[in-house]
């Protein structure tokens, strides 16, 4: 299966500072991009659906201004918690679809810690 | 509104076969996946499943019935590495993944 790449694995900031994670496909042009958050023994919830070249489309509740996302090519797309607080921590997955593939392929997650 | 529902949680004994199902009520429909989740992982693709019938793959089935909104995931010959929780996706006609809560699989020896 194609192979999508999600950077960094673990992270450790410090409350009021940013964190940029990054999504790559690295075998295949990614369309279209999702960013999940999910808690603890929680299922995935759904944060923002990145097309490349337009601007990420929010789920209710999320903060688009907190939560910076970019798709600016087809092979890359970012996460920037800005301004992170503790309630933050959390672990976040991005997947991607290419375009007439069904599925969606996921990176490896990033455990963000806010201290 | 979209609704996917799958239990909570499964107790099975290693070896033997289990069946997760999966309702779901959405706005149109593109395909039903299942993923499996360790701990602390990111989700790895099982199946997935676009016509009615059964889908075999190893040790792993999945079966769909459209008219019905119902899918289920058979596991065979149950090992302690499937434990896991195993999450129901659908894909909604505007091709939105709609995720269930998943089912938090224990395999017991």
């Known amino acids: 299966g194609a192979v999508v790449s999600q950077h960094p694995s673990r992270v450790i900031c410090k409350s009021g500072t940013s964190v940029k994670i990054e999504c790559r496909s690295l075998?295949?042009?990614?369309?279209?991009m999702f960013w999940y958050r999910q808690f603890p023994k929680k299922s995935l919830m759904l944060m923002a659906t990145?097309?490349?070249?337009?601007?990420?489309?929010?789920e209710q509740g999320v903060e688009k201004d907190k939560f910076l996302i970019n798709h600016a090519s087809l092979t890359l797309s970012t996460l920037t918690v800005t301004s992170a607080h503790p309630e933050d921590s959390s672990f976040y997955i991005c997947?991607?679809?290419?375009?007439?593939?069904?599925?969606?392929?996921f990176g490896q997650g990033t455990r963000l810690t806010v201290v | 509104g979209q609704n996917i529902d799958q239990p909570t949680e499964m107790t099975a004994t290693e070896g033997a076969i289990v069946q997760i199902n999966c309702t779901y009520q959405?706005?149109?429909?593109?395909?039903l996946f299942w993923y499996q989740q360790h701990a602390g992982e990111a989700p790895t693709f099982l199946s997935y499943?676009?016509l009615d019938g059964l889908e075999e793959k190893g040790r792993f089935s999945s079966f769909l019935s459209r008219s019905k909104g119902y899918s289920y995931l058979l596991l065979k010959e149950l090992q302690m590495k499937d434990s896991a929780s195993y999450l129901c996706?659908?894909?909604?006609?505007?091709?939105?993944?709609?995720w269930g809560a998943g089912t938090k699989l224990i395999i017991k020896p």
């Open positions: 997947s991607a679809r290419g375009q007439g593939i069904t599925e969606a392929f």
């Open positions: 075998d295949f042009q990614a369309t279209t």
């Open positions: 990145s097309n490349e070249g337009s601007k990420a489309t929010y």
């Open positions: 959405t706005s149109g429909f593109n395909g």
């Open positions: 499943n676009v």
């Open positions: 996706a659908v894909t909604d006609s505007n091709y939105q993944l709609i």
